[in-house]
T-cell receptor, first 112, second 111 residues
């Protein structure tokens, strides 16, 4: 069974630029999550989708971050404009309802 | 607000030296406590889910236990390939499927 796919794996941008990340969840998983993991810390949930609807985006900085999940499958996370403190690994995870979540390899973002 | 604290932050062991990692949590209504392993440059890999106090689960050299306030991940006779960051997370029973993670314990096992 294929795992969660993410791209790109690495991205370096300058502050105030825009960036987008893509995630393809495990087939059949209705729930999709985006997490931010700053170096040395545990992941922090940014947004949770159930099919193509948002379940929880309370920790998403909505002035600069946006996410969508069209057709209930793939998802994109965008940052516009980026700040230095956005440097982190962005993890996508998928799962079935309340069961365990399966994580992708992440996208490492460096903002200069 | 749910809180998860892991200790120690880092742990160095010799191969074969057993030890335990701690995860203390504060949550009003625990649905589940999750343990993940994370290798450098990779996403977290699921290990265990514990649902109620007194529950134990085992996988190879790892055993996870749960009380009402904390969880332990016991590592018996570790090998160098057990070196990784171990993350615990709690799921609140009124917060959808949201996981609140601790900061992790970086385990290094020397041969």
């Amino acid at each position: 069974e294929a795992g969660v796919a993410q791209s790109p794996r690495y991205k370096i941008i300058e502050k105030r630029q825009s960036v987008a990340f893509w995630c393809n969840p495990i087939s059949g998983h209705a729930t999709l999550y985006w997490y931010q993991q700053i170096l040395g810390q545990g992941p922090k949930l940014l947004i949770q989708f159930q099919n193509n609807g948002v379940v929880d985006d309370s920790q998403l900085p909505k002035d600069r971050f946006s996410a969508e999940r069209l057709k209930g499958v793939d998802s994109t996370l965008k940052i516009q404009p980026a700040k230095l403190e956005d440097s982190a690994v962005y993890l996508c995870a998928s799962g079935l309802l309340a069961l365990e979540q399966f994580f992708g390899p992440g996208t490492r973002l460096t903002v200069l | 607000e749910d809180q998860v604290t892991q200790s120690p932050e880092a742990l160095r062991l010799q191969e074969g030296e057993s030890s335990s990692l701690n995860c203390s949590y504060t949550v009003s209504g625990l649905r589940g406590l999750f343990w993940y392993r994370q290798d450098p440059g990779k996403g977290p890999e699921f290990l265990f889910t514990l649902y109620s106090a007194g529950e134990e689960k085992e996988k190879e050299r790892l055993k996870a236990t749960l009380t009402k306030k904390e969880s332990f991940l016991h590592i018996t006779a570790p090998k160098p390939e057990d070196s990784a960051t171990y993350l615990c997370a709690v799921q609140h029973n009124n917060a959808g499927n949201m996981l609140t993670f601790g900061g992790g314990t970086r385990l290094m096992v020397k041969p």
